[in-house]
């Protein structure tokens, strides 16, 4: 049966899409909307078409399982449907209601009218799976909304609401009311309307970029940043470059070429990778069907610092009341401040109203009295990382929780079993390690004990989509997946200074590569001080010796770095310094030291340490470690994470790599068997 059904209403045809959940364009549907096209082409008792949607959204999009398969260049491809659209010789209508993204915005744009309810949305986010849009999108796109919106569209991947896509002409009407039967009626009244305004055809919002050929230089240098690396929105500028300078026939032509140079690209191979990585991630393996979810009222927080704090936002965010506690009434009062501030902060961009804010801190409790938390139905422990201190807490948490409440752990290393073990209900702990700033930060490692019950770890994931987190299920070890992953990566950066290495080499060498800063650059954001032993008398290490005098990084204005006070670095000839008297004391001579060097012994140790993760069994998939650092630590998602990135690199190369630094890794370094044994079959790490 088709997706797509055609009913009559006078002398309008409604074209109707019923393809749940997110009617894409697939086959099927791409061919009843052709066929209903040809059938209003066909009757002469049709005047006008209206193209609609069931459920709960227009075309959102391309179907994501045609993917890389020859059904979705099958006769109709979105193209020649496109097309096929815009020729007809009466007046099509697109009725759009919740998302026209990617294809489903092609389809409207084909259209020769669009209407939508308020609540709609309007994008094209080709861009985020390395693409461009591929059926004369970037050449309708400039032609009806104007070439700076199509640039902040196309570029960005971002998506509009219907207002604003009102206000730019990318809209015709707003619909209030029943969207079905406002759309026959306009419909009704552009019946009679020619000639026919076709997108193609049209050029008088071109002239702002004839009148300004600089406006695409602009465009590209006011994103300069946030485009770095990536190649798709580079592609995208170049096609609505094309649209600005040449005949809509031409420009196709180009966008086409384009869009097979990306196709064909590792970026968006990784990009697309990455895009189904996202989605597996959400799937828990070894938990029995049917698995119901406990339900989730009421939260309480212990701590009310950075991460408590910001934990906290998460679930006031979502409209979940948080109980917070903290020790100390200063500390309290501290904490809530800040809560306040982010969230007037977030205001002030236009991000919430006051009455959003207010909402959310009117759903805050804060108290001083742990007893409070009685009647929550999840409790997340956001101390500082002590063993004894968490197990202290937990211990006092299995008096007071409620029978059922799930008891969580925010910690970053440490044991979650033995945490659980200080409780006599160990199916009631997980771990929840939110990355800081936890109210910003999308990754949520799930921490999976050894006794955490299945509705549990169900519980967790799901609310994790209710606060708009990405999870990522995690085994215990020490550091679970992304933090285990990063020792390597320290521990040998740190070495390579001793070396010969400096912290901007180093640091270089990983933003170049894609990274938003580096080893040195990130350990000064977050605090060389971290862990310190707050003991000054007591140097072991660079760091140490860099927190003995007070170089904590860019809280201090120093740190592996000097900083000015707009917080720009400068090499410190006080850290060089430093970094020599150790190099003296451990008689190490300096030597030049490569880019390639500080690859193999910062990146690919970090590949064979998520290969050993996997040997472990302490993450489901290698695609849940290329979530966790894409999310967690900024890997470039064009690159699609470090186990997608070794298979590009070549697992051969890796393995040839990591031999030959083998020495200086020391004896602890391990070689992990599943990459040696891939590399040795020719199989990829990132299926496994």
Known sequence: ???????????????????????????????????????????????????????????????????????????????????????????????????????????????????????????????????????????????????????????????IGAKEAYECGLLDKLIEGDLLQHAVAFAEDVKDARPLPRSSERDEKLAEARDNPALFDEFRAANARKFRGFDAPEYNIRAIQTAAEKPYAEGVLEERKLFLELMSGTQARAQQYFFFAERKASKIDGVPE?????????????????????????????????????????????????????????????????????QAMGLLTPTLKLEDLADCDLIIEAVFENMEVKKDIFGKLDKIAKPGAILASNTSYLNIDEIAAATSRPQDV????????????????????????????????????????????????????????????????????????????????????????????????AGVDIGWHRDPSRIENIRDALCAVDRWGQKKGAGFYDYDEKRRPSPSPKVQEIIEDFRAKAGVQPREISDQEIIERTLYTMVNEGALILEGGFAQRASDIDVVWVYGYGWPVYRGGPMFWADTEGLPRIVEGLKRQQGRLGPDFKLSKLLADKAEAGEKISKA
Not at 319 to 335: F, H, S, W, Y
Not at 458 to 479: D, N, S
Request: charged share 20%; hydrophobic share 45%; proline share 6%.
């Open 1 to 159: 049966m088709s997706p797509i059904t055609t009913t009559r209403h006078g002398d309008v045809l409604i074209i109707t899409s019923n393809n749940p959940p997110v009617n894409a364009l697939g086959h099927a549907v791409r061919e009843g909307i052709v066929k209903g096209i040809e059938e209003a082409d066909r009757d002469d008792a049709v005047k006008a078409v209206v193209i609609i949607a069931e459920g709960q959204t227009f075309f959102a999009g391309a179907d994501i399982s045609e993917f890389g398969t020859p059904k979705s260049f099958e006769y109709p491809a979105l193209p020649q449907v496109v097309d096929i659209i815009e020729n007809c010789t009466k007046p099509v209508v697109a009725a759009i209601h919740g998302t026209a993204f990617g294809g489903g915005l092609e389809v409207a744009l084909a259209s020769h009218y669009r209407v939508a309810v308020p609540s709609a949305k309007l994008g094209v986010p080709e861009v985020k799976l390395g693409l461009l849009p591929g059926a004369g999108g970037t050449q309708r796109l400039p032609r009806v909304a104007g070439v700076k919106k199509a640039l902040e569209m196309a570029a960005t991947g971002n998506p």
């Open 290 to 358: 049917g698995t119901r979810p406990r339900d989730i009222r009421k939260v309480g927080v212990i701590g009310a610092g950075t991460m408590g704090g910001g934990i906290s936002m998460n679930f006031l965010s979502a409209g979940i009341p948080v109980t917070i506690v903290e020790m100390q009434q200063e500390a309290l009062d501290r904490g809530t401040g800040v809560m306040l501030k982010n969230y007037q902060a977030t205001a002030s961009k236009g991000k919430m109203t006051a009455e959003q804010v207010g």
């Open 430 to 525: 997980v771990g929840l390690h939110f990355f800081s700033p936890a109210n910003v930060m999308k990754l949520l490692e799930v921490v999976r004990g050894a006794k955490t019950a299945p509705d549990v770890l169900v519980t967790a994931m799901q609310l994790a989509k209710k606060i708009r987190k990405v999870a990522v299920v995690a085994g215990v070890c020490y550091g679970f997946i992304g933090n285990r992953m990063l020792i390597p990566r320290q521990v040998e950066a740190t070495k390579l200074l001793l070396e010969g290495a400096t912290p901007a080499q180093i640091d270089k060498v990983h933003v170049d590569f894609g990274m938003p800063m580096g080893p040195f650059q990130m350990a000064d954001l």
